[in-house]
């Protein structure tokens, strides 16, 4: 059973760009959602996708938004990139929302870096 | 709000010893689950153990076990037998759970770094 799959694994963008990111979770899960590690901010939660509804959204600025398609394939967009977007973007899939022991599966992750 | 905190950054530990990590949390909600999740150098989160705030028994999956004191608000991993490959970041996780659930969203503690000695 194939795990959760983001791509791309690396990418470096200078200040000003654009990136998007993509996840695909494990076939038959639903919900995906979006955290950034940074050393300094630890994990933080961005955002939550449910059968291609935002369900939860966390203190992020509009510069990061996301979006889900059909097959429950998610892409995350920053905008405008920062120095402090330089971070590794987690995405994390599971079969339903919020219920008991619902447990997420997490990708290897991509890690940005903004010059 | 939530909060989950983990005071030890570092620890180092002797091959096939155990280990416990600390974990505090800060919650008003009435129902919660807290997980575990591991962290090797190549970035992905594995889930390692789960107990949900109202299960009587403290949860266990093979070598992990959680120590949960729901009056202390603590939920300590102890993992028994350390291997080498158990070196990595071990991070405390709390999610609201119904009535107040609030999707899958899940905060983070500020994680555990493990050295494993050999």
């Known amino acids: 059973k194939a795990g959760v799959t983001q791509t791309p694994r690396y990418l470096i963008k200078t200040r000003g760009q654009q990136v998007t990111l993509s996840c695909s979770p494990i076939s038959g899960h639903r919900s995906v959602s979006w955290y950034q590690q940074t050393p300094g901010q630890g994990l933080q939660f961005l955002f939550e996708?449910?059968?291609?509804?935002?369900?939860n959204k966390g203190n992020f600025p509009g510069r990061f938004s996301g979006r889900q398609f059909s097959n429950s394939r998610s892409e995350m967009n920053v905008s405008t990139l920062e120095l402090g977007d330089s971070a590794l973007y987690l995405c994390?899939?599971?079969?339903?929302?919020?219920?008991?022991?619902?447990?997420?599966?997490f990708g290897a992750g991509s890690r940005l870096t903004v010059l | 709000a939530q909060k989950i905190t983990q005071t030890q950054p570092g620890m180092f530990v002797q091959e096939k010893e155990a280990v416990t990590l600390d974990c505090t949390y800060d919650?008003?909600?009435?129902?919660?689950?807290l997980f575990w999740y591991k962290q090797p150098s190549s970035g992905e989160m594995i889930f390692l153990i789960y107990?949900?705030?109202?299960?009587?028994q403290n949860a266990t999956e093979g070598r992990y076990s959680l120590n949960f004191q729901k009056a202390r608000k603590s939920a300590n991993l102890v993992i028994s037998a350390s291997q080498l490959g158990d070196s990595a970041m071990y991070f405390c996780a709390m999610r609201k759970l119904p009535p107040k659930a609030a999707g899958n969203k899940l905060t983070f503690g500020g994680g555990t770094r493990v050295l494993v000695k050999p």
């Open positions: 919650t008003s909600d009435p129902s919660y689950g």
């Open positions: 994390a899939s599971s079969l339903s929302q919020g219920s008991g022991a619902n447990v997420l599966t």
């Open positions: 996708y449910f059968s291609e509804t935002q369900r």
């Open positions: 107990q949900g705030s109202y299960d009587q």
